[in-house]
């Protein structure tokens, strides 16, 4: 019998981060501290819903009717690190975990969940403000919520924006698919938390490899969680500290909730990411450029030519919005369009739920697993046949990545020379999923992203 949801509801009470990522679809859900109200009473009993389950890598997955909002808990899985301070690190030339292990220590981090106060530790901050020096940040006002519904004045514009929210816009410095046909880029957000192990586990047995974005106040809360994924080979990148629209963030804003997540990452596993994801896919081009002189490229899930977002939405289970049976044939539909693309694919899921972690076990993965033609899953690095000591700074040895000055975060493991590109102006998603294959393989290589220079200066003459 599952056991009290009590865990959960903390959880949910400290980071009610629903996501709201399809533009027709935004309904831009915000951290709340109330835990959400419980669910209608379930006419099938715990007892019958785990015994009509089904034993997932030794978890019991509730039938696809009852994963819903105040479902009863399964038992909280134990975060036993695997791996002891100073093992060798999994990345060739990476080095090896922090020996002590890192331990948390009051007053040294900005409150968790929350916007950064930006008086806190002044002197990082002002460090990394200098990362930006020599790149010309594009001058795009802040959005007022990050929706297309809340700042009409901004949509209207959101092709010079190049704003991802409304209307999809990317530019060629992002990482937005996988370049091979019936690739299956796995990722999942807002982690770690307390049933990340139980999808550690479905994963290792599948064999199947990850791209974590994780938030900084999560890798702070459970960082022996994050050690086991990135020994396991999963991919770990930078989902900010408290997950908010980037794009109504000031230019300090934007540098704060990427300079921390880095830094926690890099304090608890010993090295930085080179990735990232906006919270929301909230992205236009002063966010693109900001982290790109930070280091970190934008990595989002793909869009299919009609606009139809490669999103699994558990989200709205975990919100209270849909059912998993209503979630679930939506995610169907959207395999149906897999099809329609010349190229493979990167999905979002999420890990910060039990009820994300379950729909993904015993449901979504499942599905890819069973798909005929079949799906070939692997993470988003791996799926842009990015080798992986290019996917953190410390061992990156690619000697044009990424800028032809690397930034400060940069300049003490890799060399740069100067090349350069210049990548279109904008492009939506219909444009981007009709490219050649050509053209999305130099998508997803590091050798480009010189360009957003050029796209920088582009925008300010817009």
């Known amino acids: 019998m599952r056991s ?13 981060l629903a996501r709201a990522n399809d533009a027709d679809r935004h309904l831009a859900k915000r951290q709340t501290t109330t835990p959400p109200p419980p669910a209608a009473p379930a006419t ?42 100073g093992a060798a690190a999994p990345i060739a030339s990476a080095p090896p975990l922090p020996n002590p292990a890192w331990v948390f220590e009051q007053g040294q981090w900005p409150t968790m969940d929350k916007p950064i106060d930006l008086s806190f530790q002044q002197d990082k ?15 795009i006002p802040p959005t007022v919520d990050g929706t297309c519904v809340g700042d009409p004045t901004a949509a209207a514009d959101a092709e010079v924006r190049g704003w991802w929210t409304c209307g999809g816009y990317t530019r060629d410095t ?38 974590f974005f994780v938030v900084g106040s999560r890798v702070i809360s459970f960082p022996d969680i994050l050690i086991n994924e990135y020994m396991a080979g999963h991919e770990i990148a930078v989902h900010t500290w408290s997950h908010p629209h980037l794009t109504t963030l000031s230019n300090e804003q934007i540098v704060a909730e990427l300079g921390w997540t880095r830094l926690a990452i890099q304090s608890v596993l010993g090295v930085t990411p080179t990735t ?8 236009d081009d002063r966010v693109r450029a900001i982290s790109l002189a930070m280091g970190l490229i934008p990595v989002i899930w793909t869009r299919t030519p009609a606009g139809v977002s490669f999103d699994t939405f558990d989200w709205e289970v975990a919100g209270g919005i849909v059912e998993g049976p209503a979630s679930y044939a939506a995610f169907q539909n959207i395999l149906g369009n897999a099809s329609e693309l010349d190229s493979g694919f990167l999905v979002l ?3 910060l739920y039990e009820i994300t972690v379950d729909l993904s076990m015993g449901y979504t993965i499942k599905s890819a697993l069973e798909h005929n033609p079949p799906f070939t899953l692997q993470s988003a690095g791996r799926c842009n046949n990015i080798p992986q000591t290019n996917l953190y700074v410390e061992s990156n040895q690619n000697k044009s990545f990424p800028y032809p000055s690397p930034p400060a975060s940069l300049a003490n493991s890799s060399s740069a020379n100067s090349g350069s590109s210049s990548p279109e102006k904008g492009k939506t998603a219909q444009q981007e999923a009709s490219d050649t294959s050509d053209a999305q393989g130099m998508r ?19």
């Open 44 to 85: 099938t009993s715990p007892a019958a819903a785990a015994a009509s389950g089904t034993v997932v890598a030794g978890v019991t997955i509730p039938p696809l009717d009852q994963i819903t909002l105040g479902m009863p808990a399964g038992p909280t899985p134990v975060a036993t690190r695997t791996a002891s301070p």
């Open 4 to 16: 009290s949801p009590t865990l959960v509801l903390q959880l949910l009470a400290i980071a009610s």
């Open 349 to 351: 899921q999420h890990d």
């Open 125 to 139: 901050l002002a460090s990394w403000m200098k990362e930006l020096d020599g790149y010309d940040i594009p001058n």
């Open 444 to 462: 997803c290589s590091w050798t480009f992203v010189a360009g957003m220079l050029a796209l920088a200066a582009s925008v300010l003459v817009a």
């Open 174 to 211: 992002d990482i937005t698919a996988c370049p091979t046909k019936y690739n299956w880029g796995v990722s999942f957000d807002d982690g770690p938390a307390p049933y990340t192990p139980n999808l550690l586990n479905f994963l290792q047995e599948k064999n199947i490899t990850a791209t």
């Open 276 to 283: 990232m994801r906006p919270p929301y896919g909230d992205i």
